[in-house]
């Protein structure tokens, strides 16, 4: 297909289906406002809080640092749902949206997951964290390992348990997760203590240099900019040390730029490095990797048969 076809057909899709953000930056520059832009995300994440399951009590808006987006949202399990003396392991949630936009209380976020995952005896945080074009990338994960640590230093007061962590996050936010699990030295200089494994759903991009040395929307430029010593920093695939948490990848097989051949890819290399990493292809586009998930069905089975293979604890929730 010549370039410009292929440009002009890939574009309409991605747009239609990956990142609706891109409309959403859109009007923020038609507008001059990023105010106004994100507090269309905040009217948009108020249905999430509206019904929580029985028992499911949330904490909002807990600080880990003094920015007003370095907040993090806690959902805890109903009392009396775990066995006495057992702590509760945590889902560790980072949202997407090209690396701009979204929140932590978005139902496409946390609506589904809280009422699988919670009422079973798991904790679920979701996290903010400082975005573009004010904080560039490589702050932006310097804010989700800061989030992280904080989060395991208040594990005990939630009935948490601090070494019982797994780590999802969808699009950007997986990406940002991806590069913690790519190097976890990075997030122990933030006071993060070691993690189970790692959640990706349907990341943005693992392989920054090989992404932008292709195609792509200009979101990616304002992401990663023009500097190929910058995207191989940015990389988890670049990053990538052995002995890492083991992953998950889940990708779309809707999206025309095939993420689950970087998927694919980025597990082989993981397996190489001596650690562990499994593949999950879906026929679901890029919102519903995230929103889909906890509904019952195999999507959400095979998420929970990878975290069960991380740890006992977890597995015992789970199939009770």
């Not at 348990?161 to 797994?166: K, M, P, S």
């Not at 959400?300 to 789970?318: G, I, K, N, Y």
Request: charge should be neutral; include cysteine.
């Amino acid at each position: 297909m010549p370039r410009t076809l292929w440009w002009t057909a890939s574009t309409a899709l991605l747009l239609a289906g990956i990142l609706s953000s891109c409309h959403a930056q859109q009007r923020l520059r038609d507008d001059g406002s990023r105010e106004s832009l994100r507090s269309r995300w905040a009217e948009r994440a108020q249905g999430a809080t509206a019904a929580l399951p029985a028992g499911v009590r949330k904490i909002a808006n807990q600080p880990y640092g003094n920015d007003a987006r370095q907040r993090m949202d806690v959902y805890l399990p109903p009392a009396g749902v775990l066995p006495p003396g057992l702590r509760a392991p945590v889902i560790f949630m980072v949202h997407g949206g090209a690396w701009r936009t979204g929140d932590k209380a978005m139902p496409k976020v946390v609506e589904h997951k809280v009422a699988r995952w919670v009422p079973q005896g798991f904790v679920l945080v979701s996290i903010n964290y400082r975005m573009l074009p004010d904080t560039p990338v490589a702050q932006q994960a310097q804010d989700v390992a800061l989030a992280l640590a904080t989060a395991q230093q208040h594990a005990g007061e939630w009935g948490a348990d601090a070494g019982r962590f797994i780590l999802m996050g969808h699009s950007a936010g997986a990406h940002l997760v991806a590069l913690l699990n790519a190097r976890p030295d990075a997030a122990v200089q933030w006071g993060a203590w070691p993690w189970l494994g790692t959640v990706v759903l349907d990341s943005a991009v693992l392989d920054v240099p090989r992404f932008m040395a292709a195609p792509h929307l200009p979101l990616y430029d304002a992401a990663f900019g023009t500097d190929p010593a910058l995207w191989a920093q940015l990389s988890p695939y670049d990053q990538l040390v052995a002995g890492t948490p083991p992953w998950q990848f889940v990708c779309s097989t809707e999206r025309p730029d095939q993420p689950c051949l970087q998927a694919e890819s980025m597990a082989r290399k993981v397996h190489a490095r001596g650690s562990r990493a499994t593949v999950l292809p879906q026929p679901l586009d890029h919102g519903e990797i995230n929103g889909d998930l906890g509904l019952d069905g195999g999507y959400t089975q095979a998420v929970e048969d990878f975290m069960a293979s991380l740890d006992p604890v977890v597995a015992r929730l789970l199939r009770r």
